[in-house]
């Protein structure tokens, strides 16, 4: 080879010996070493080398499918924040809820809009894997599990997600806001009336539509802890309660704070709702909020902090 050296040259001899072959520890060769051992013992080595391999398959499996290796919730890492924006894909809202997590995080805390495929009015499951691609760049980055918020129809998409992609084993919670998770009136209404102006997400946001009944069927026991909000105000989804999941954390905004007015457009930045984010992404478990947080929440939501 014209004097070049080997590709393992001036490594270091490590347990598997130069270039990873077997070490001669002590001058024993391989053979003299296996046949030393019983029978027993021999098929022991054998189980024990499979699992390892087996191990490994499974490590590479899992990064060829892009699905990165999720490290357990850990209170000095907390996961990335990921925010799915509603029908349309308007950021506007999410990006000041985005802001406000970060600064109260500081360092610690990643919040990221994530930008659905084209206009946000096309099939939801297309844009539930856009989210994956997001969840698997946060975790590739070394987050810990992440939170998924979904506003309106991003609730949905989270929802997509959960079931499609084991969000179970990504997410530490999903919290949705105003999401109709059992349909819209308003998508029923523009699917009959005007088909060729109700596009994929419209058409999937129909009560009793296919992909809802799908969701629909799946269980609670797969879904990661869930806190879903909602105002009595809303007028965009109708009727408001379709945003109740069963075994989830459902919270009206109007049993925490009674009389409080929220519209649909206004759950991203309204302080009632800013503060219940805040405090549930600084909590290990998922509760209720309370009539007695009422103004704490409040205030903790509309201090900046």
């Known amino acids: 080879m014209n004097g070049a050296s080997t590709p393992y040259a001036g490594r270091p001899p490590g347990p598997f010996g130069p270039g990873g072959g077997p070490a ?3 001058g024993v060769r391989p053979v003299s070493w296996w046949g030393g051992l019983s029978r027993r013992r021999r098929l022991l080595v054998a189980v024990v080398a499979l699992i390892v391999v087996a191990g490994a398959v499974a490590g590479t499996v899992r990064a060829l499918a892009g699905q990165p290796a999720v490290p357990p919730a850990d209170a000095g890492r907390p996961g990335d924040v990921l925010l799915v924006p509603g029908y349309g894909g308007s950021t506007t809202a999410l990006d000041a809820l985005a802001g406000r997590i970060a600064a109260a995080g500081g360092s610690g805390w990643h919040a990221t809009v994530v930008k659905l495929a084209g206009d946000g009015t096309g099939d939801l499951q297309v844009q539930a894997s856009v989210l994956n691609g997001y969840v698997n760049q946060a975790l590739a980055r070394g987050s ?48 009959a009336d005007a088909p060729d102006a109700c596009p994929a997400a419209c058409q999937e946001l129909v009560p009793g539509s296919s992909m809802l009944n799908r969701l629909q069927g799946t269980g609670s026991a797969t879904r990661p802890p869930w806190l879903s909000l909602w105002t009595t105000d809303d007028q965009v989804v109708q009727p408001p309660d379709s945003a109740r999941l069963p075994d989830a954390v459902n919270v009206p905004l109007q049993s ?35 009539p007695a947080d009422c103004r704490s929440l409040q205030a903790l939501g509309g201090s900046g902090s």
């Open 24 to 26: 001669h520890h002590g």
């Open 144 to 191: 810990g599990p992440v939170t998924v918020i979904g506003y309106s129809a991003g609730g949905v998409v989270a929802w997509l997600w959960d079931v499609q992609y084991d969000g179970v084993a990504k997410a530490r919670r999903i919290i949705t806001l105003g999401s109709p998770l059992h349909g819209a009136d308003l998508a029923a209404v523009g699917a």
């Open 256 to 290: 925490v704070c009674p009389g409080v007015s929220v519209g649909h457009g206004q759950l991203p930045t309204d302080p009632l709702v800013v503060g219940i984010v805040l405090r549930t992404l600084r909590s290990a478990a998922l509760s209720p909020p309370r």
